[in-house]
């Protein structure tokens, strides 16, 4: 059967393998591997990520040979390549050559050589050498058979985002001059009349070091959005000289889920395939729910397309003060859980696990114990099991909510120290309100405030504290098309200079959401002020009001909207905390409960999670979406589509046994698919079913069943 898959990955089926280090090990090792990986259903891996220094041993002298053999045994056992430019970490000689290129810190002082990532991004020397390395591979591996992908160099940012170095300065002075034009385009961009900051000649101008005081608020966007790009330019000079030598492979770069230090939008524009590195705690009972959201955005940066998880541990991590091994059944549900959200496969870190280094105490699918370790046993049922799931491959998730992630508006409210307060975080609003959307039943795409919204009924900004016109407008077109659009607290606030829109906030949303906030007013610390629900007419557990920790505003509600919960406690007791404003296709109106009107609710507050999944249970209902009466944190449904049929991945995340309602005549990938299930399913622990159904006009909705008490 002919599916979509992306054009980028030469792999027909779904991924399975991990990350695979040969030169770690003696050639005999790399046989027995590749007959292991073949028992364990491995069909393709990635190397050699940090494997530069023993490919290049000195400048210009390259060993290829051992990479050929390896490169040629995995190939005859049929397993593909996902092979690495090698370009993750620079090998020594070059840094002692050009100890420039090291990064700096933010008080100046260089990083020395001895982890990885030991590279500036805006170095001049790095940037050859990257460019002259990735050619050398691509020219040495391109026509290979065994290459699938390209795997451009490993986790940008993850030791090394941002670099203050004299280098990092003058690239960052070219980038202001190229955004700015003149100096005093930069100097009216920067508002530098506070503060005396006035500056007369570019080369004055530094990277934003420790100073005396708080720096410049502009400056640090600029200085984000800057380092955001240097890494881009980085991944650019790689990926076009892929595109010269291949151009008939795809090109990745291995994403770290939601990071906040890198625009993803940016980077999937320039590849063929998003892929992620997901590390989910098991120590977390809820890990899996911003797991969710977190594969919401890896599906959504290439507007829907299947991308591939492309690490996940095993078992348990090398990195966390405490790393909890993952236990029986934990790695299964964590990859079936990518595959359900868009994954086109489930992949690891790492083959075999390490004998010495700073990861040997990271899990591997083989363990220190060979075949016999726990994690190869589980790693070889599982690549069983998944050949179950071939007819999901190139399937699309089906969302009907969507969340904006800007990183603008998460730079710009958190890189600053002026600030009203520094305990209103960007991520946390965005999980909380994913939360609560999850425990619902919906799962939720990632969308850019000038996004195309067609597709969508709810669409929900946790935050956008910079925002202009250009946004508003596509989300006023989304709310007159009937959407209902939810805007947290903090919106509105700057322009892209972090300049305050005149009038204050909401800025250029205040005619969409009718309101006006005339102050901030964070909440003290250790304090929760209460929210109570207009009417009584929102109801949690027999509660009408919930507890507003950590942020308020003082707000004035323009006419024509209504207010739907107030505070109860505090300054603010009385004052307007949650707004809607409904609009018909023509105006706004103050009718309500009317599916053909669309919505702007403003939420001006933190509401607790009880407090957002009644809020949300409302939004929900307006939009004409359904809503889990019962709400339980373990169950997880998301649905796989493609033009004749809905696979619908119904997952229990948690320990004890759930009973769920199942559509009609629906079959399970996982058990025995001829079968039609009864009108019940019983999901043990981290149990998880695949149910086909004929495609349908909606996805299949999946409720806890009344005999789960």
Excluded at 400 to 419: F, K, P, Y
Aim: glycine residues 8%; contains cysteine; negative net charge.
């Amino acid at each position: 059967m002919a599916v979509d898959v992306p054009r980028s990955i030469r792999l027909d089926a779904l991924a399975y393998g991990g990350d695979y280090n040969p030169d770690q090990w003696p050639e005999e090792v790399w046989h027995e591997d590749a007959r292991l990986m073949r028992e364990a259903g491995v069909n393709i891996v990635s190397l050699p990520v940090f494997s530069w220094p023993q490919l290049e041993t000195a400048p210009g002298v390259y060993d290829w040979a051992w990479l050929d053999r390896v490169i040629e045994i995995l190939w005859e056992a049929g397993i593909r390549i996902d092979l690495a430019t090698a370009t993750a970490t620079p090998p020594s000689w070059l840094v002692r050559s050009h100890p420039e290129m090291l990064p700096s810190d933010e008080s100046g002082q260089r990083l020395e050589f001895g982890s990885r990532q030991a590279y500036c991004p805006s170095s001049p020397v790095w940037r050859e050498h990257v460019g002259r390395m990735t050619r050398a591979m691509a020219e040495r591996y391109g026509e290979h058979p065994a290459l699938a992908l390209w795997h451009v160099s490993n986790e940008y940012g993850d030791h090394v985002s941002r670099c203050w170095c004299p280098e990092s300065s003058a690239h960052f002075r070219r980038w202001l001059e190229q955004r700015y034009g003149t100096l005093d385009g930069l100097n009216e961009a920067w508002g530098v009349n506070v503060w005396g900051q006035r500056y007369t000649e570019w080369a004055h101008i530094e990277a934003p070091r420790r100073s005396t005081g708080p720096v410049n608020p502009t400056q640090l966007l600029d200085f984000e959005r800057f380092s955001s790009d240097a890494l881009l330019e980085l991944f650019q000079i790689e990926v076009e000289i892929l595109r010269e030598v291949t151009p008939e492979i795809g090109v990745t770069t291995n994403f770290m889920s939601i990071l906040r230090d890198l625009n993803y939008w940016d980077f999937a524009a320039l590849e063929d395939l998003v892929t992620d590195d997901a590390y989910p705690d098991p120590a977390d009972p809820l890990a899996h729910v911003p797991a969710a959201l977190n594969y919401g955005y890896m599906r959504s940066l290439k507007g829907g397309q299947p991308w591939l998880l492309l690490e996940q541990a095993p078992s348990g991590v090398s990195w966390r003060d405490v790393n909890v091994p993952k236990a029986p059944g934990q790695m299964r549900i964590g990859s079936l859980q990518a595959i359900a959200h868009g994954s086109d496969g489930a992949m690891c870190f790492q083959w075999r696990q390490a004998k010495y280094g700073q990861e040997k105490f990271h899990s591997a699918m083989l363990g220190h114990r060979g075949e016999a370790s726990r994690t190869f046993q589980e790693a070889k049922a599982f690549g069983a099991e998944l050949k179950r799931l071939e007819p999901v491959r190139g399937s699309r998730v089906r969302s009907r909510v969507a969340l904006v992630i800007d990183h603008d508006s998460w730079w710009g409210s958190s890189a600053a120290e002026s600030l009203p307060s520094q305990r209103l975080e960007w991520l946390a609003q965005a999980r909380a309100w994913n939360a609560a959307l999850f425990a619902l039943g919906h799962p939720v795409d990632a969308v850019q405030a000038t996004s195309d919204l067609a597709g969508y009924d709810v669409v929900v900004v946790p935050n956008l504290y910079v925002a202009d016109a250009a946004q508003a407008a596509v989300l006023e077109a989304f709310v007159e098309r009937g959407g209902q659009l939810v805007v947290g607290p903090f919106s509105g606030v700057v322009d892209a200079t972090e300049k305050v829109h005149d009038g204050g906030a909401p800025g250029p949303l205040r005619g969409l959401l009718g309101v006006e906030v005339d102050e901030q007013w964070p909440v003290a610390d250790g304090r929760a002020e209460r929210v109570a629900f207009a009417d009584g007419g929102a109801e949690f557990d027999g509660r009408t009001a919930f507890d507003a920790p950590i942020w308020g505003e003082w707000l004035e509600v323009l006419p024509g909207t209504e207010v739907l919960a107030g505070y109860a406690s505090g300054e603010l007791d009385g004052r307007p905390a949650i707004t809607r404003r409904s609009w018909s296709r023509d105006a706004p109106s103050s009718l309500l409960d009317r599916r053909e009107a669309g919505g702007a609710w403003y939420v001006s507050c933190v509401l607790e999670p009880t407090g957002l999944v009644e809020l949300f249970r409302s939004v929900l209902r307006a939009a004409g979406l359904p809503a889990r009466d019962r709400t339980h944190a373990d169950l997880e449904a998301v649905t796989r589509s493609n033009e004749t049929t809905d696979y619908t991945f119904v997952l229990n995340h948690g320990r004890d046994e759930l009973v769920v309602d199942v559509p009609e005549g629906a079959r399970d990938l996982l058990g025995d698919p001829e079968s039609p299930l009864g009108a019940t399913l019983t999901l043990p622990r981290f149990g998880a079913a695949v149910l086909a159904t004929p495609r349908a006009g909606a996805a299949p909705f999946i409720t806890l069943s009344d005999l789960d008490d």
